[in-house]
């Protein structure tokens, strides 16, 4: 499952323990939520929005259910793509998240780099992948 904005969805389920049940009943694995749309973070984890995307993440492992964060690439340049890559890796150190899914949309407002941009992206998963959060803090 796939979230892109996290506050209405649990407003409709009521409350964290809802959609929870509801996440485990679907047997979901996974839940994907927006991070960060270029160099920003996303709304989902700004503000008062920070501590209800820890509550979920914490509920959803209880039920061994991971959160991974979702971003949208823009990597117009290579130092933009750098500054895209530290930002998410920085958001999934300090949210705890599972991993990190790269939406590379071929749309003209989303990711609009070349070959060597999306080659730094790559580094930088290598890299998260390889070291644990911790290690990836002078990213």
Known sequence: ???WKLKPILTAEIDIPTFVKKSKKARLSSVWIKVADGEVAYENIRDSM???FKSVRDALAAERIGIWGWHVPHGLDT????????LVAKI???FGLAGILMDAE???N????????ASLYRLFAACIARYSWQDTRDL
Request: proline fraction near 4%; glycine fraction near 4%.
């Open 110 to 117: 989303f990711f609009r780099g070349t070959e060597a941009e």
């Open 106 to 108: 071929a749309e003209a």
């Open 50 to 52: 920070a501590a209800t």
């Open 1 to 3: 499952m796939f979230i």
């Open 92 to 94: 999934a150190r300090r």
């Open 79 to 86: 130092p933009t793509a750098a500054k895209e890559a530290k």
